[in-house]
T-cell receptor, first 112, second 113 residues
């Protein structure tokens, strides 16, 4: 347990609406990540952050943006949700000097 | 372009026997490999890892083997227990990419009592 919480845990929304998912950590780790999990694909990296206001794209970043205004929070925004963004979203942190990432409990998002 | 592949979507074993989960990769720049276990409705939990400078790492019932020439790694669980039933993901990273993880598709392990 790396002190990671995600909110909301479940959300149903409609196509075209904006959605923001929050990842919160309590241990001030520098590196944070957003993944999505879909059947047949494992987990795929959306965006990651290596410090406050320092972010970069992952392999499936189209349609997503992120912000990190303070160390403990990493926000993932779907500007205009689409049905293809129905997924389970996981946040992760990485402790400096380690390669291992530790995951939050996930947010299940359904876009109708 | 799937750089990490787990070719077996599912595996079923008897309690007490060995479970062997396999993973193949294509990117020769990967230098660190991890296994995660995932129960339904929970986040992945780190299980064991191995650096590319090693060929084996052991932690209790779990052993990971790395064959760099074949670009293949495997996870051995001995003895298997019903509580080991979960989805297992292998993942790989390269230091120069900021330790971004690339995951396989996962293997559902079922351990029967």
């Amino acid at each position: 347990d790396a002190g990671i919480t995600q909110s909301p845990r479940h959300k149903v929304t409609e196509t075209g609406t904006p959605v923001t998912l929050r990842c919160h950590q309590t241990e001030n780790h520098r590196y944070m990540y957003w993944y999505r999990q879909d059947p047949g694909h494992g987990l795929r990296l959306i965006h990651y952050s290596y410090g406050v206001k320092d972010t970069d794209k992952g392999e499936v970043s189209d349609g997503y943006s992120v912000s990190r205004s303070k160390t403990e929070d990493f926000l993932l925004t779907l500007e205009s949700a689409t049905s293809s963004q129905t997924s389970v979203y996981f946040c992760a942190i990485r402790k400096t000097e380690q390669e291992t990432q530790y995951f939050g409990p996930g947010t299940r998002l359904l876009v109708l | 372009d799937q750089q990490v592949k787990q070719n077996s979507p599912s595996l079923s074993v008897q309690e007490g026997r060995i479970s062997i989960l396999n993973c193949d990769y294509t990117n020769s720049m990967f230098d660190y490999f991890l296994w995660y276990k995932k129960y339904p409705a929970e986040g992945p939990t780190f299980l064991i890892s191995i650096s590319s400078i090693k060929d084996k790492n052991e932690d209790g019932r779990f052993t990971v083997f790395l064959n760099k020439s074949a670009k293949h790694l495997s996870l051995h669980i001995v003895p298997s227990q019903p509580g080991d039933s979960a989805v297992y993901f292998c993942a790989a990273s390269e230091e120069t990419s900021g330790s971004r993880l690339t995951f396989g598709e996962g293997t559902q392990l079922t351990v029967n009592p």
